[in-house]
C-alpha cells in the first residue's frame, strides 16, 4: 500500500523555539517534497529532496531526506508566527507511472 | 505567466448534476493530475494522465472522469453529483521521470453539492 505517514499532524509551538514534522513513506523512493498551504490557498512548494542525504535550507526551514529508512524530516529553526500554515510531504513512487502520494499534512500553530 | 488555471473557483451543485472542471497549463508538462483534498485527509489522487490521449485511475476514482485531448487541458467530469464528492479540488501539472522537480498546483476548485 502506498502510504505516508506525517507526525505530528497537529503542531503548536512557541515562537523562538526549534521542532522537526516527520515523514515516513512506505516504498522505495529517491524523491520527496515539501509543501506549504495556507488556509484557503494552494500548495506552495517548498523542497524537491531528489537522492539519499539530500538536505536543503530555505530560512527557518531545513529539509533532508534518508532514503534507506524511507523518512524525510522538516526541521523548523526559531520558530516565528508567519511560519503558522499546513505543511505536506509527498513521495514520488518509482516504476511505471509515477504517482505523487501526501501526506495528511501537519498544521503548524506559532504562538506569540 | 499564467501557469495551471482552474475553473471555476467556488461551485454548488444539486445532487445528480453533471459539471466539468477545468484545468489548463501553460509549461508543456506531459504530467497532469487530479486531487481531492478533504479536512484530515491530505490529498487523494482521483485520475492522472503522462500525455495526451493517457489517462489513469489514482486512489479514488469512483464518479470522476477524465480526458486528455491536448497537452494543455486536463478536465475533471463529475457524472452525477453525490454529497460525498464535497471537497477541494486541485489540479496539478509536472514534467514525469526524471525531468520531474516539483507538482505546479492550481488555485482549486470548491464544489459543494447540496
Known amino acids: 500500500e502506498l502510504k505516508v505517514e506525517q507526525n505530528p499532524l497537529f503542531l503548536s509551538m512557541q515562537e523562538g523555539k526549534n521542532y522537526t514534522i516527520y515523514c515516513n513513506y512506505s516504498?522505495?523512493?529517491?524523491?520527496l517534497y515539501w509543501y506549504r498551504q495556507d488556509p484557503g490557498k494552494s500548495l506552495e512548494s517548498l523542497f524537491v529532496?531528489?537522492?539519499?542525504?539530500a538536505v536543503k535550507q530555505e530560512g527557518r526551514l531545513m529539509a533532508s531526506l534518508d532514503t534507506k529508512a524511507r523518512l524525510s524530516t522538516l526541521h523548523i529553526t526559531a520558530a516565528v508566527h508567519d511560519l503558522s500554515a499546513t505543511y505536506f510531504c509527498a513521495f514520488l513512487t518509482q516504476g511505471g507511472s509515477e504517482k505523487l502520494v501526501f501526506g495528511k499534512g501537519t498544521k503548524l500553530t506559532v504562538n506569540p | 505567466n499564467a501557469g495551471v488555471t482552474q475553473t471555476p473557483k467556488f461551485q454548488v451543485l444539486k445532487t445528480g448534476q453533471s459539471m466539468t472542471l477545468q484545468c489548463a497549463q501553460d509549461m508543456n508538462h506531459e504530467y497532469m493530475s487530479w486531487y481531492r483534498q478533504d479536512p484530515g485527509m491530505g490529498l487523494r489522487l482521483i485520475h492522472y494522465?503522462?500525455?495526451?490521449?493517457?489517462?489513469d485511475q489514482g486512489e479514488v476514482p469512483n464518479g470522476y472522469n477524465v480526458s486528455r485531448s491536448t497537452t494543455e487541458d486536463f478536465p475533471l467530469r463529475l457524472l452525477s453529483a453525490a454529497p460525498s464528492q464535497t471537497s477541494v479540488y486541485f489540479c496539478?501539472?509536472?514534467?514525469?521521470?526524471?525531468?520531474?522537480?516539483?507538482?505546479?498546483f492550481g488555485q482549486g476548485t470548491r464544489l459543494t453539492v447540496v
Open positions: 496539478a501539472s509536472s514534467l514525469p521521470g526524471q525531468g520531474v522537480t516539483e507538482a505546479f
Open positions: 494522465s503522462v500525455g495526451a490521449g493517457i489517462t
Open positions: 516504498t522505495t523512493s529517491d524523491r
Open positions: 529532496l531528489l537522492s539519499n542525504g
